[in-house]
């Protein structure tokens, strides 16, 4: 209640921009607070702890994110793709296309990366039936590692059960299966579970398989050659290196996914004109 | 009734509250695109798919950019009360809140750049509007 009857009821809050009002500019108090400084709590302090919040925001968010176990695909949704490389094609390991074409290309991916699948499943059928059937061009899939982040590393595992598919000959096919089954980064989609579900999918024989993938020369042999492709400047993913078969060191390089197909198919044709190299602009980082 | 010092310039509360509802524009649309389950729209830029469905996309199965867009409405609330009330604890509150999204989209930057390989133009403009609604209040607070 007011102690004043004659005038009217004044809330709390207007009391205080009365206060305030009256205050001249510039030397604004606030004296019905607990003030650190003159002008309420310092910049400094306020400061100080918006960033510790803004750390411990991006620690918890380290904790959470790398991994992410409440979603791991599981074994039963695993999707059967169409082959990319149609039998009647020479495939030799990572190799497919005739051994004597005049160019090759070399695609360099990450298993996990989202881009490398999208390129196996819009452009690479493409490119096979337009240079690789007719004997143009011979595509080589160089696999490397290094979007993995935990243990075993997924990016790494799926290397190896490609590497191990291909001593059975078997390396388009679990390429495409890889590729047509990620399910995020690190997420699990390339859990050993879901290799080995992989692996019989594509109608491997799984002793050998198995006892390849447990091999620590396959491990090292992917972290080898994930060391030569970053020694050579290949550090994102898909690089393709297009290049005269008679001349591997002079290949040109493409990062990351051509914009359009026509692009990638253009500058495969005026090679094989020319024999010589032409400019393709890179696109997708 | 004179006006404190900070609401003498109606420029910086409208150009933040500005840069907030852009941010609150893009967070929404990041989050209604990734909650139907598609990809953003890039455009002619590219890598948004690629962060997008990256592991970093999501903490504690909600999408980052939910929590973005918590924290630009948020910020937007406090730079309004700012604009139509002149109250310093309201423009404090926009300047720490704004600090710290600063910190966090630094990081996310970080992360695109060395941890997924891919730029967002998305994630970019979104960081902008925070670095810039940031200074403008650090601006504001400095007079």
Known sequence: MPADPSSPPVSRRERRRRERAEIPSGQHRRSSQKSVGRKGPSLAVVSLLAALFGFAAIAAFQLAAPGDEGSSPGVADLLVPPATIPAGIAVDGESAGRPDAALVLEIYGDYQCPVCARFAREYLGRLVADFVQPGDLRVVDRAIAFLGTGQPDESEQAAIGAACAADQNRYWAFHDILLWNQHGENEGAFSPERLAAMADAVGLERGAWDACVADPARLAAIRQATADAAAAQIVSTPTLVLGNANDPAGGERIVGMPRTYEELAAAIRARLATGAATSIAPTVP | ?143
Do not use: N
């Open chain 2, 1 to 143: 009734m004179k006006r404190p010092p900070w609401v003498a310039r109606a420029t910086a509360p409208l150009a933040a509250t500005g840069l907030a509802a852009a941010g609150v524009l893009i967070a929404a649309y990041l989050t209604a695109t990734r909650l139907a389950g598609d990809l953003p729209a890039c455009g002619p830029l590219v890598g948004c798919e690629q962060v997008a469905t990256s592991a970093y996309s999501d903490v504690f199965g909600i999408p980052v950019a939910a929590f973005g867009l918590g924290f630009s409405l948020v910020v937007l609330a406090a730079v309004v009360a700012w604009w139509r009330t002149g109250s310093r604890r309201a423009i404090l509150a926009a300047y720490a809140l704004g600090l710290m999204g600063l910190v966090v989209v630094a990081y996310l930057t970080y992360l695109e750049l060395f941890v997924i390989h891919a730029i967002c133009a998305w994630c970019v403009a979104y960081a902008a509007t925070v670095a810039l609604g940031w200074g403008v209040t650090a601006l504001a607070l400095r007079r």
